[in-house]
Nanobody
């Protein structure tokens, strides 16, 4: 069992930046976190992928360059740097992990193994 705890959410003005962090803990924290990712769920909408990154540094970005994902393997932490924020970025942001798959890892909500409880990001003036 892993525990994922997000932090860094809050209120930011349009055009601003925010950095989210997620720390993973548990007996298998180093083994079951081959892929770490960020997902978000806006009010009234389904959860969607934001970005994922593997332990080897390969990343998937669904936000077309405004966001950057990074991780610290030694500390089992993943970050999401969000820039040029827009009101439509308002959502609860979730961190998730995925163990290594023999048939390949995919940054997809249904493929993630463990989830954090989320941190709220509100973009508003």
């Amino acid at each position: 069992q892993l525990q994922l705890v997000e932090s860094g959410g809050g209120l930011v003005q349009p055009g601003g930046s925010l950095r989210l962090s997620c720390t993973v803990s548990g007996p298998r924290a180093s083994l079951d976190t081959y892929m770490l990712g960020w997902f978000r769920q806006a009010p009234g909408k389904e959860r969607e992928g934001v970005a994922c990154i593997t332990r080897d540094g390969e990343s998937t970005d669904f936000q077309k360059g405004r966001f950057a994902i990074a991780r610290n393997n030694h500390e089992n932490t993943v970050f999401l740097e969000m820039n040029s924020l827009k009101p439509e970025d308002t959502a609860v942001y979730y961190c998730a992990s995925q163990a290594a798959r023999s048939d390949g890892n995919v940054c997809y909500e249904g493929a993630m193994d463990y989830w954090g409880k989320g941190t709220l990001v509100t973009v508003s003036s």
